[in-house]
């Protein structure tokens, strides 16, 4: 077995790994670099013969998976088919189509005006072709390899893979988590005996903070932010991480909606209609809180207090001489332009509205103790500013409406962002968690930063317990580390070789336990066989 990384090795970007096995090679994910521009998005492919590659297995849709596939199976010689799940190609559609949209507008990754000379939405569009989706559980074979999906945790229709070549087992993980969150079930974890596995190692020896505690973190900041008045800016991928969050404070807005109703919260995606119905498409992949609430008066994806960003907000946002004061203007006409159409059609079917009750899961009902004290010590007032949430892409801050957005509301210490996913080294996101006095505009402004900024992680990636728990589990004969930052996988890999180490130990003490207890009772029987012997 031979392990060749064109990408994600001691970084996290660009994901891209091909094993060869019994004679096949096969590459498993096929993803971009967010932090870098032109070429070097791309994985190392010139060090490869793209022609000799059997298949391409994607674990998920994010664009560190999965974004160079149009470059990979249009521009090379690769003349193989790309499997992914089913869920996995038709977001992997969504978010390929306005990746390449925005590229072509000029504010594509890292600002990068090259993408569109890399590959183009015509690309975009061919590679669908080359897509096969797969179920998740189905063994298939290609060419004398098979493969199988297991389910990864971490976004809608992520898989791991395990695949079987000439008797020999290897598992890649892609990102995984092993905890359940308020929509995905967590990771499985293969019954069959496992040679190898490729691992990811973005959070090393980390510890996640419990889920239950970072969705009240994060409501506390969210609140903290609207209550003065200010804007809450929330990063967000437009598609997987934002519907969590979503579900989050859709569940508190229900909860308190004298206190919070006239607050907007906002998902800014060109794609979030689609994105909605391929979540609802989709209930079967999720656990059984969501499978519960599909039947329930508010079935989840369905929100009473989440609208889309107006366009005409969007509009003045991208205009580089306009003002955080302009973009107030665009939201609050909207929003009395939606008030007096609801307003006219309540009044034309002769109804008033009315406050419902909302239909909560239990886990829901069990931590509005913890929002009522939340909610003790954030009374959220009116204010002759426009106080609301908004969620907006991308997730690092490189470009895209959320970088634009924070420029405009960098320098009113009202205003917040929380930092909610995990932000690659290099980007803008990772930089403003350290929280600099300056800021420079996608413009080329240099402006002082007063923009509270806080971090809640809801990264759904796989922690130290998690990682060590899951490989104990599978005790593979060999383990490579990809999809981390340097110190993080060498500290993982030392920890986890402890532990193996630890565990060998203890295996072995156990085997001399058993083979001392056998010893002891053949001398016994031996013992006890003599004796009879003499009595006789």
Known sequence: MKVNVLGAGREVGRSCIVVTLGGKNIMFDCGIH???????????????????????????????????????????????????????KEIYKLVMSDFSRVSQLGSGMGGNTDVPTIFSHEDVIRSFDRIEPINIHQMYEYNGIKFKAYLAGHV???????????????????DFSSNEDRHLLSAEIPHEYIDAVICESTFGRGLHEPRLRRENRFIKYVLDIVRRGGKCLVPVFAVGRAQ?????????????????????IYYASHTSQRAMEIFRENIAFMNKRVKDLSESQHPPFEFEYVSEFPQSAVSVAFKNDASAFNIDVALRTDLERKEKKRLSILKKDGMSKTTGTSSLSHESKSSSSSY???????????????????????????????????????????????????????????????????ITTLGGVRVARQIEIKEVSFSAHS????????????????????????????ALAEELERHFLDKLKEEEFKRREEQDRITLEEEERKAKELQEKGEK
């Open 372 to 438: 009522s004290r939340l909610m003790r010590t954030h009374q959220v007032k009116r204010h002759d500013s426009f106080p609301c949430v908004v969620l907006a892409a991308p997730g690092m801050l490189q470009s895209g409406l959320s970088r634009h957005l924070f420029d405009k509301w960098a320098s009113d210490g009202n205003n917040g962002v929380v930092i909610t996913g995990y932000c690659v080294e290099g980007t803008f996101g990772f930089d403003i968690l350290r929280e600099p006095t300056e």
């Open 463 to 490: 922690d130290y317990p998690q990682t060590r728990d899951f490989l104990t589990k599978l005790m593979p004969r060999h383990v490579v580390l990809v999809h981390g930052r340097k110190k993080r996988g060498i």
């Open 34 to 88: 967010p932090a870098f521009q032109g070429a070097k998005v791309l994985p190392f492919f010139d060090s490869i013969d793209c022609k000799t590659i059997d298949l391409v297995l994607c674990s998920h849709f994010h664009i560190d998976h999965c974004a160079a596939i149009p470059y990979f199976v249009n521009k090379t010689d690769f003349s193989g088919p790309v499997f992914m799940t089913h869920p996995t």
């Open 244 to 264: 969590e969050l979503l579900l989050i404070l859709e569940s508190v807005w229900r909860l308190y909606p004298e206190i919070l109703g006239h607050i907007p």
């Open 156 to 174: 809608l229709g992520a898989c791991m893979f395990m695949v079987e070549v000439a008797g020999k087992r290897l598992l890649y993980t892609g």
